[in-house]
């Protein structure tokens, strides 16, 4: 590849640099979100939505005022989530917990994308606590090898790489889903005014059978063949890093690196792909990312495993309640601003649909096969289960048994569907956002990058410059 050898060269030299030039933010100056509250608790006076409430209507909910008030938190208002009385519909059929489990500390992976916010919301919502569930999460590339290894007891991981692990023999299963299609994002250097003065890609010969490069360069109409380009293989966060350095045209990230992109003003968006799916070609979602489980830990100790399905369904619901929080949670943990968390928060719940989910079923496997299938990927890459059968690689019995049962249900139910319907502008989805969370309407948080506050997502470039 021309020029490959010395581009990766300066890049991995430039990585050894990383954070101070991705430029650091100090979350806790952000961090306002609200600690959990007593159900009681009342929406500010402004608000003129429907409740949402993600309990069933015949729960009864404890009585727990002893938790904190944090409504004179900076920035922030009370808002109305408990998730001791958000579990307690549940508990009745929960397996009891030995003695043993009482004790273990289960270690929870996920990987740096956005695809994985359930973890996170899991532990800052209280949720994990609630259950009577000691959670130590740690972030890492390297998910699915390390379950594999045992030294995860679950992780959040993409399919595709759950499945050749498992291809490969690892003692892995999946009991619940995490995130439909799997949009991801073109990011360009600020500088880059046509699409003939992208040279530098963070692309290699594997991009060929990617679906996401495929689909990349025929929207845009550039060339898809690697070669015709200096590439480099890296991670999501050096690529970052190489972007802003000037050391690379163009990036395939998913959030928060896009959104932090254009926060600090150094790349745009100019597409977004799809792993999973195709809207526009008729084939349905396709699953991209799920939360695996080492197959030793499920055994032996079954009564977490139910409780972590069901905090998995709660706090993917919390998402949907509470996003302008959710997103605030993601932001202090990913070390990012508010704004760049409640971007994301606003494309993964809203405008790029309900790709936050918990469900997951055999069609969506197949369309992801459909999906390469019509880019003419070869068989032999497609995830496909290639040892024992679809029921030796998925356990859905525990979603069936303690889940929340279905999205749809719960986002008809709960009201979400009424107050964020699909494909709001950003700048109404955060007027609402902050109504249900309790955050003054002049606040500035999240409203500092124009382009988000005029509704585009993707900037457009011409052929040549």
């Given at each position: 590849?021309?020029?490959?050898?010395?581009?990766?060269?300066?890049?991995?030299?430039?990585?050894?640099?990383?954070?101070?030039?991705?430029?650091?933010?100090?979350?806790?100056?952000?961090?306002?979100?609200?600690?959990?509250?007593?159900?009681?608790?009342?929406?500010?006076?402004?608000?003129?939505?429907?409740?949402?409430?993600?309990?069933?209507?015949?729960?009864?909910?404890?009585?727990?005022?002893?938790?904190?008030?944090?409504s004179d938190q900076p920035g922030?208002?009370?808002?109305?989530?408990?998730?001791?009385?958000?579990?307690?519909?549940?508990?009745?059929?929960?397996?009891?917990?030995?003695?043993?489990?009482?004790?273990?500390?289960?270690?929870?992976?996920?990987?740096?994308?956005?695809?994985?916010?359930?973890?996170?919301?899991?532990?800052?919502?209280?949720?994990?606590?609630?259950?009577?569930?000691?959670?130590?999460?740690?972030?890492?590339?390297?998910?699915?090898?390390?379950?594999?290894?045992?030294?995860?007891?679950?992780?959040?991981?993409?399919?595709?790489?759950?499945?050749?692990?498992?291809?490969?023999?690892?003692?892995?299963?999946?009991?619940?889903?995490?995130?439909?299609?799997?949009?991801?994002?073109?990011?360009?250097?600020?500088?880059?005014?046509?699409?003939?003065?992208?040279?530098?890609?963070?692309?290699?010969?594997?991009?060929?059978?990617?679906?996401?490069?495929?689909?990349?360069?025929?929207?845009?109409?550039?060339?898809?063949?690697?070669?015709?380009?200096?590439?480099?293989?890296?991670?999501?966060?050096?690529?970052?890093?190489?972007?802003?350095?000037?050391?690379?045209?163009?990036?395939?990230?998913?959030?928060?690196?896009?959104?932090?992109?254009?926060?600090?003003?150094?790349?745009?968006?100019?597409?977004?792909?799809?792993?999973?799916?195709?809207?526009?070609?008729?084939?349905?979602?396709?699953?991209?990312?799920?939360?695996?489980?080492?197959?030793?830990?499920?055994?032996?100790?079954?009564?977490?495993?139910?409780r972590m399905v069901l905090a998995?369904?709660?706090?993917?619901?919390?998402?949907?309640?509470?996003?302008?929080?959710?997103?605030?949670?993601?932001?202090?943990?990913?070390?990012?601003?508010?704004?760049?968390?409640?971007?994301?928060?606003?494309?993964?719940?809203?405008?790029?649909?309900?790709?936050?989910?918990?469900?997951?079923?055999?069609?969506?496997?197949?369309?992801?096969?459909?999906?390469?299938?019509?880019?003419?990927?070869?068989?032999?890459?497609?995830?496909?289960?290639?040892?024992?059968?679809?029921?030796?690689?998925?356990?859905?019995?525990?979603?069936?048994?303690?889940?929340?049962?279905?999205?749809?249900?719960?986002?008809?139910?709960?009201?979400?569907?009424?107050?964020?319907?699909?494909?709001?502008?950003?700048?109404?989805?955060?007027?609402?956002?902050?109504?249900?969370?309790?955050i003054p309407h002049d606040s500035?948080?999240?409203?500092?990058?124009?382009?988000?506050?005029?509704?585009?997502?993707?900037?457009?470039?011409?052929?040549?410059?």
């Amino acid at each position: 590849m021309k020029n490959a050898k010395r581009l990766f060269a300066a890049l991995l030299a430039l990585v050894m640099i990383g954070a101070m030039l991705v430029g650091c933010h100090d979350s806790s100056v952000d961090r306002h979100y609200n600690s959990p509250t007593p159900s009681n608790s009342k929406q500010p006076e402004s608000s003129k939505q429907p409740e949402i409430s993600a309990q069933p209507d015949n729960s009864k909910q404890p009585d727990s005022s002893d938790q904190p008030d944090n409504s004179d938190q900076p920035g922030g208002g009370k808002i109305e989530y408990d998730p001791v009385a958000e579990v307690a519909p549940y508990l009745s059929r929960l397996p009891e917990m030995t003695d043993a489990d009482k004790k273990y500390v289960i270690q929870l992976g996920y990987n740096n994308c956005d695809h994985m916010v359930a973890a996170i919301i899991g532990q800052d919502a209280g949720i994990y606590e609630a259950l009577g569930l000691k959670v130590e999460i740690t972030k890492t590339a390297q998910v699915s090898t390390a379950v594999a290894a045992g030294q995860f007891d679950a992780a959040y991981a993409g399919y595709t790489g759950s499945i050749n692990s498992y291809n490969k023999g690892a003692d892995i299963v999946t009991l619940v889903g995490s995130h439909l299609g799997g949009a991801r994002y073109f990011v360009v250097r600020d500088e880059v005014k046509a699409l003939d003065q992208i040279k530098r890609l963070t692309i290699s010969e594997t991009s060929m059978v990617n679906p996401e490069w495929l689909r990349f360069s025929s929207e845009l109409g550039i060339n898809s063949d690697y070669s015709l380009y200096e590439g480099a293989s890296m991670g999501q966060e050096d690529s970052l890093v190489a972007l802003k350095a000037e050391q690379i045209d163009g990036i395939f990230v998913c959030d928060p690196y896009a959104s932090i992109a254009e926060l600090d003003d150094f790349g745009f968006i100019i597409d977004v792909a799809w792993g999973s799916l195709s809207k526009d070609l008729g084939i349905g979602w396709g699953q991209c990312c799920n939360e695996i489980y080492y197959r030793g830990f499920v055994d032996e100790h079954p009564a977490l495993v139910a409780r972590m399905v069901l905090a998995h369904c709660l706090a993917t619901q919390y998402m949907y309640i509470h996003p302008y929080n959710a997103g605030l949670m993601f932001a202090d943990t990913f070390g990012t601003t508010a704004d760049v968390g409640l971007r994301t928060m606003y494309l993964k719940t809203n405008a790029e649909g309900r790709t936050m989910n918990w469900e997951i079923s055999p069609q969506n496997i197949k369309n992801m096969c459909e999906y390469r299938k019509h880019w003419d990927i070869p068989e032999a890459e497609w995830p496909m289960i290639r040892r024992g059968d679809l029921e030796d690689f998925f356990d859905l019995t525990y979603l069936e048994r303690y889940g929340t049962g279905s999205i749809e249900e719960f986002l008809e139910k709960s009201g979400v569907k009424e107050i964020f319907p699909d494909g709001m502008a950003y700048k109404d989805w955060l007027e609402v956002a902050e109504t249900r969370d309790g955050i003054p309407h002049d606040s500035m948080v999240g409203k500092t990058v124009q382009k988000w506050m005029d509704g585009a997502v993707i900037t457009q470039l011409p052929a040549t410059s």
